[in-house]
């Protein structure tokens, strides 16, 4: 990234030194660090908490949900998120309320016991996961905790960096894949049907290799333009790889945080393998929430209008920030960023080696930001220039002050790498 720090870079620092001694007497006390949903956004559901109510506990098979058993879900849980995902209900499996627990177990069943069609337990040799980058921090620290080597590889507008993909996955060790394919954390990419259709096809050296799909924002829309999930499931049973894809996700940022359903999906094969080792686990999930959950939401259209609320919420949110950046940024040719279209985050890139420099000012003016590096394996940005802003959980005025700051924050940054400031 080329800088444009003119036409006068002394003024311009000695106008941002003195912002920024003016904000440090605001005394700010503010989170930017996580992609929470605001107590705002979890009021939305709160009439979810007196269902099922009039002891109306009976699922559309009869069963009562307050019961044993029931292993795979509700089936009305199962239709309704499944047409969420595009996935047949039949193929999914409705759990409790984390999906990041069932990537977890899938790891370790895979690690333990292999994969359904697998030769071996991942554990028995070296096992690598693709990590497309910037990405998911509590994705690489899955991998890093189960002594999992990462490959980063890079991000584009339409999903990864299918050559340097494909090149990676022609390794045998190459076990899986993570991916979020709409609405990409951080960068708000969405992935293309060509490169979805490249990752079903492509050639593995693993014949065990996973897509550990993670649709954590499939209907979490901060525009009219809505984008479908994509069928990868099809697309890896017509290349011959039915087996290929895990998906994942949950309500966690639907309906409430702490409280709501996560879901796997994948083949007949795969929800075998999946529901034959939670048996072992649990003699059944919370049935009592999957029922709350569709008397609530009801259908598609439902979660749509319900979706729609948590959108007036965040788009103001989006809008405030991406103005101060615009406000104090626009033109300067010391960052870049996307205004995404959905998703929890927005994704700075700035001059090379000032990342860790901007959370550390704004640490000065009572502003927490993602630490720095986050947004890579080991937490280790080699280029120290990627920042995520989640603006999701202050109030808009706390987002507007904060996003002010960052700027001032990034602007100071830039400065001082340009010896400016």
Known sequence: MSAILAPAPEVLAAEARAAYATLQKAGLKLDMTRGKPSAEQLDLAEGMLALPGNRDHF???GQ???NYGGLQGLPEARRLFGAMLGVPADQVVVAENSSLAIMHDCIVLALLKGVAGGAAPWSQGDAAFICPVPGYDRHFALCEGFGIRMIPVPMRDDGPDMDAVEAAAADPAVKGMWCVPTYSNPTGATYSEAVARRLASMRTGAADFRLFWDNAYAVHHLTDSQPAPLDILSMCAAAGHAERAFIFA?????TLAGAGLAFFGGSPANVRWYLEQAGRRTVGPDKLNQLRHTRFLRDLDGLKRHMAGHRR?????????????EQRLGGLGVARWLRPEGG????????EGSARRVVELARGLGIALTPAGATWPQGRDPNDNIL???PSFPTLADVRAAAEGI???MLLAALEARGAA
Request: charged share 25%.
């Open 59 to 61: 699922a559309e098979d």
């Open 64 to 66: 009562d949900v307050r």
């Open 250 to 254: 949950s309500t966690s940022k639907i």
């Open 313 to 325: 919420l965040l788009a103001p949110k989006f809008d405030a920030t991406i103005a101060a950046l």
């Open 344 to 351: 929890y985050f927005i994704t700075v890139e700035m001059l």
């Open 388 to 390: 995520r802003l989640a």
């Open 407 to 409: 700027a001032l924050c």
